[in-house]
């Protein structure tokens, strides 16, 4: 099956690439637990994607009754305190190596395009710099790298196209697909990039570029009942998978896999 062609790649990170997301739940439902409360994958799924304090407001929304100290600095600070002592821990999930390997390869231009901010990308990455983030070459944007505006997190399409202008050189404008100032030569180009996500704001983000969104959310991310709710028809991904390992190149037009033992 032949989805079209493309010519540039960019990944989304935690729980993408990384089994970050497990250490997000962790530490937040420890500190939680103290007050008799949890994170519960209905809660997750609204803040995934999202920049830092945002999702933080979403997460404690939920719980109007905790103690007056429990503000949102408070817990981001215990939540970084737990999480730094964890980010060495991180995995590369299946299909991670394999995918980013080979694109490297075959020199397709790739990027990371991460809503998490560069202290936490330095300590998730650090340890998988030469099997995994070491082939990205440097071209990782972060939520706090000056290049997208503050409140323009996911699903906002900023941080995608500040990543394909700024790191992979790709004429592909600024704003919604839909804006008037995009010209038809720029929706082109954006047509030429293939988003992975795993986060519903980061697929959101990923269409709302206009670019093609292959999406892999974590199988109880899908369970969740109120998914679709406020998706557009236009927000639909391409296309949905369990794990990057489903991933065949050759239906996006780019190099297919050779028959060397597969990268865990």
């Known amino acids: 099956m032949s989805r079209g062609k493309i010519e540039y790649v960019l990944f989304d990170m935690d729980g ?11 530490v937040t439902n420890n500190i939680l ?123 906002n399409p900023d941080i995608f196209l500040a990543t394909a202008r700024k790191m992979l050189g790709r004429d592909v404008g600024e704003g919604d697909d839909v804006a008037a100032s995009v010209t038809d030569a720029q929706r082109a180009e954006r047509r030429k990039g293939l988003v992975f996500e795993d986060a519903i704001p980061g697929m959101q983000a990923g269409k709302r570029a206009g670019m093609n969104v292959v999406w892999v959310p974590d199988a109880q991310l899908l369970a969740v009942d109120e998914l679709s709710n406020g998706l557009t028809t236009l927000e639909q991904p391409d296309q949905t998978m369990k794990s990057l390992e489903d991933f065949a190149p050759e239906e996006w037009g780019l190099p297919p896999y050779e028959s060397d033992p597969e990268v865990d």
């Open 16 to 26: 993408l690439l990384i089994d970050s997301e497990r250490i997000y739940t962790e």
């Open 33 to 155: 637990a103290k007050y008799g409360k949890e994170m519960t994958w209905s809660i997750k799924a609204g803040l995934m994607g999202k920049p830092e304090r945002d999702g933080a407001l979403h997460l404690l929304s939920f719980f109007p009754d905790l103690p007056e100290h429990f503000t949102i600095d408070h817990y981001l600070d215990e939540r970084r305190r737990g999480q730094d002592l964890l980010w060495p821990t991180v995995r590369p999930l299946p299909g991670a190596l394999k995918l980013v390997a080979h694109l490297h390869k075959h020199k397709i231009p790739i990027a990371v395009a991460t809503g998490s901010l560069r202290r936490n990308y330095v300590q998730k990455s650090a340890h998988l710099i030469d099997d995994l983030f070491g082939m990205f070459e440097g071209k990782v944007v972060c939520a706090d790298d000056g290049l997208v505006a503050k409140g323009r997190g996911k699903p």
